[in-house]
């Protein structure tokens, strides 16, 4: 079974993973906001009750209203209140996910939160530090570049996307003899490297609520009889769900059930990180454990 994992992952990942990194460290609201938001298409929205997406075209661009109904109006309405007259400042660190690699318009998660709560006025000032291929030892050498620290040292909130570069690293150094001790021992690393970027991060600044986004399976929908895939995503979550739990200012966010979805189509062309409606799901997750948690 782990030759198979090897096949797909290996063959079907790798050189997406390795195509060159991109820098994204500017701030989100410079980088959309002369855009607009698009969408590659009109998709459904399970909770207001839109036509489904079968009935949309593709290539149709979406209003900036449409893209807040694709969040849900409810918990759109329930975070604008809740940070009106705040002044709060939200900085994103991580990955591809955090970046918004397969995103219509780069901003992902983060631009579509952006796009959401300050549709009506700037409530909500957001930077955005993600870069694409970064693991968590990169990913806490960069805590330290005065650009990033900086804008910690002023971060109300606090989220991010590690940790699915560390697992293809796996992949890339034992592609030929892969075995699943190889990720439960990465797992153990990982867990130490994230115990130590939360250190950091408060250290930087120890009045931030910080926010990890879980891990989701990509290949769920395509090889449902493959248990190993959802073992390695299962325990790394429960790695970063069990540091939370041991610190109040820390929250886990599951997205796995997010694209537990085989009916709909959530990933972009790369089959690998979501597309428009995988993120707008992962930013109507989040606002929900914003305002829930916060209030």
Known sequence: MIAIIVFIVGAGIFALINQPTATFNNKTISQHDDTGTKTKENEENEDV?????????????????????????????EAVDFFTNQNTHIVAVGDSLTQGVGSSNGGGYVGILDSALNAEGQIVSFDNFGIRGNRSDQLLERLDNPEVSTALEDADIVLITIGANDIM??????????????????????????????????????????????????????????EELDMIVESWNKTGNDIAQEDASITFIPTVDLFDDPDANLFAEDNFHPNDRGYQRMARRVLDYLTNEEG
């Open 169 to 226: 690293k796996v992949v890339r150094e034992n592609f030929t003899n892969l075995k699943i001790e190889e990720f439960r021992q990465e797992r153990i690393d990982y867990e130490e490297r994230l115990q130590q970027i939360f250190t950091k991060l408060k250290h930087i600044n120890p009045n931030t609520d910080i926010y990890l986004l879980g891990f989701y399976n990509p290949f769920e929908q395509y090889f449902q009889d493959i």
């Open 49 to 77: 009750g839109e036509e489904s997406q079968d009935e949309t075209e593709e290539d149709e661009p979406s209003t900036e209203q449409r893209q807040l109904s694709t969040v849900a109006i409810e918990a759109f309405q």
